[in-house]
């Protein structure tokens, strides 16, 4: 029997209130396991991403990140989440590099403060039309704003701009109609909806597959901030660009997002990281 120590942490969480932010699992050593164990682990746990520390010739460490689900090739909060356990673990510094199977992500920290830079992004355009996509959202024709667009920074998403808050908060997206209309082609339906809700300041909303067919929504989705980040270039808004990001109060779980794209178009999104408690598990 091998025993496998771990931490939870919480990212993009207000600082005044712990239990707040995206939760994360963070396994510190996942020698000895293999994807099938990483995968049943993090269906155990159930978060929505569970992340498993390797060692890596290219960078701090290697870091695999599996949903309940499926494993994924990048993630906002497990980059940030994993970067805080490697620092204190290692004592590694401010500055770290994570090998991901999206590429070395590079991670900074001013005190629990992370931020990571996010690959640069890739677009392709949308051909459903406005009312499938308002269909699939469960909001009216007119809810849907200017340019949805299907972005890539390390996990492809399709990203649908609305034109209120009020129908930001009515989406009820379709399970059905999301595999049909958000379906990515690596087999993942991944939705990130938003409005600027004061100069500056974005709300959003991401849903995403949960187990069983159902969906589900995250509370604070790093990658779909990062997404964000290529959909503002790609509208060519004058650079740089900073804005906050308000994500899971919906669900009784506020979370904070920074997201920067500087003048040379390098996209950056950061949160506040603190801890939660360790354990092991004995498989």
């Not at 290219?58 to 599996?66: E, G, K, L, P, W």
């Not at 995250?218 to 740089?240: C, E, K, M, R, V």
């Amino acid at each position: 029997m091998a025993n496998y120590a771990y931490r939870l942490v919480n990212v993009f969480c207000q600082k005044k209130y712990m239990f707040s932010g995206n939760p994360l699992c963070v396994f510190e050593d996942a020698r000895g396991m293999d994807e099938n164990v990483m995968q049943v682990i993090a269906q155990q746990f159930n978060l929505s991403e569970t992340t498993f520390i390797l060692p890596s010739t290219q960078a701090h460490a290697r870091v695999r990140i599996f949903t309940p689900s499926f494993e994924m090739p990048f993630a906002g909060h497990p980059t940030l989440g994993t970067a805080h356990v490697i620092r204190a673990m290692r004592n590694a510094g401010d500055e770290l590099a994570l090998e991901m199977q999206a590429g070395v992500i590079s991670v900074a920290a001013v005190g629990d403060d992370w931020t990571l830079e996010a690959n640069a992004p890739k677009f392709r355009d949308v051909t459903t039309s406005r009312a499938e996509l308002a269909k699939m959202l469960g909001v009216e024709e007119k809810d849907i704003a200017d340019t949805p667009r299907w972005v890539n920074t390390g996990s492809e998403q399709l990203l649908i701009p609305l034109t209120s808050v009020e129908a930001l908060r009515r989406a009820m997206p379709s399970s059905e109609l999301m595999k049909k209309y958000a379906m990515n082609p690596s087999g993942e339906f991944k939705v990130y909806i938003w409005v600027e809700a004061a100069p500056g300041v974005m709300e959003a909303r991401f849903f995403f597959p949960n187990m069983g067919g159902t969906i589900a929504e995250d509370f604070g989705t790093g990658s779909a901030a990062a997404n964000l980040g290529g959909w503002l270039q790609a509208q060519n808004i004058p650079l740089p660009i900073s804005r906050t990001i308000r994500q899971g109060d919906m669900l009784g779980r506020p979370s904070v997002l920074g997201l920067t794209v500087d003048k040379e178009k390098r996209i950056f999104v950061s949160g506040h990281v603190i801890d939660i408690g360790r354990g092991v598990v004995s498989i």
